[in-house]
């Protein structure tokens, strides 16, 4: 299957995908492995932005994982907050 982006798009999406933290209810933080990086990757090919909740879950993560530094929810606490993928969708 071919893909509709260029290198460079999805090596920026990588980019930004490589740099969330995950963080535990006890603090302890991981980083994304390539393996992670590459499912949450495929959920931005599907969805240009999808919520921190849904890339948690494509990470194969479970609820008592976060993201460092990043709220999933909106300030009012009722709209998750969305990962800004900078990829078009394009069918």
Known sequence: MTSNYTEEELASV?????KLIFVNEE???LIPTKEQVEKMLALCKKRSR?????LRHASGLGEEYGFKAINMY??????????????????
Do not use: I
Not at 14 to 18: I, Y
Not at 50 to 54: E, R
Not at 74 to 91: A, I, T, V, Y
């Open 27 to 29: 603090g302890m933080e």
């Open 74 to 91: 909106s300030n009012d606490g009722k709209k998750m907050r969305r990962f800004e993928s900078g990829l078009d969708l394009k069918h």
């Open 14 to 18: 990588v980019s930004k995908l490589s």
């Open 50 to 54: 999808p919520s921190y909740y849904k």
